[in-house]
């Protein structure tokens, strides 16, 4: 069974660093590993989806890497804002559409 | 991306009542929808998959006699929780994947059951 962990679960860094969030996964034979953001109380925004070809991709201020043979990703995020508070989620694909997520983490950007 | 919207946003009922949640793609057709459930400070646990013109398909351990689904058209899926009972409350997300080009899943704002 597919195990999605993502650690620190909960994050607090000040306005204008630059963090990394990480996710790890236990089978390596994903499809993809997509990136949401969660704002409390509301549904899930897409950040990155990252095939299982490629290392990497970026979207703004958002990086995020893949590195299939050790199970990992993460997520890099510079320059941090207060609107960047929220709860990030990775999930991985197997090609069936099913989407397994990881546990989250929690972030606080603090002005 | 596509957009999906739920409907209601929140629902508060009484145990042993019936809530139907309505998940609808605006502007994507979809064949399969995506049915999750998040209880507070977890993450999303998949509950089934909605298949349009057919049977759902649902994860082991969720109750397919209890959770409802009707996925009747390319744009509609619905969630029945029947006789909902407290340990029902959560909150209930759809989701639908764009398998035609990018594999991106997109998701509903979500609907916070709440059983009296």
């Known amino acids: 069974k597919q195990e999605v962990t993502q650690i620190p679960a909960a994050l607090s860094v000040p306005e204008g660093e630059n963090l990394v969030l990480n996710c790890s996964f236990t089978?390596?034979?994903?499809?993809?590993l997509q990136w949401f953001r969660q704002d409390p109380g509301k549904g899930l925004t897409s950040l990155l989806l990252?095939?299982?070809?490629?290392r990497e991709q970026t979207s703004g201020r958002l990086n995020a890497s893949l590195d299939k043979s050790s199970g990992r990703s993460t997520l890099y995020i510079a320059a941090s804002q207060p609107g960047d508070s929220a709860t990030y989620l990775c999930?991985?694909?197997?090609?069936?559409?099913?989407?397994?997520f990881g546990t989250g983490t929690r972030l606080t950007i603090i002005p | 991306g596509a957009v999906v919207s739920q409907h209601p946003s929140r629902v508060i009922c009484k145990s042993g009542t019936s809530v139907k949640i309505e998940c609808r793609s605006l502007?994507?057709?979809?064949?399969?929808m995506f049915w999750y459930r998040q209880f507070p400070k977890k993450s999303l646990m998949l509950m089934a998959t909605?298949?349009?013109?057919?049977?759902?398909?649902?994860e082991q351990g969720v109750e397919k006699d209890k959770f409802l689904i009707n996925h009747a058209s390319l744009t509609l899926s619905t969630l029945t929780v029947t006789s909902a009972h407290p340990e029902d409350s959560s909150f209930y997300i759809c989701?639908?994947?764009?398998?035609?080009?990018?594999?991106?899943?997109?998701f509903g704002p979500g609907t916070r059951l709440t059983v009296l």
């Open positions: 999930a991985v694909s197997f090609g069936n559409e099913k989407l397994t």
């Open positions: 089978d390596s034979a994903i499809y993809n």
């Open positions: 990252i095939q299982s070809s490629q």
């Open positions: 502007d994507f057709q979809a064949t399969t």
């Open positions: 909605s298949n349009e013109g057919s049977k759902a398909t649902y």
């Open positions: 989701g639908l994947a764009d398998h035609l080009s990018t594999d991106t899943q997109y």
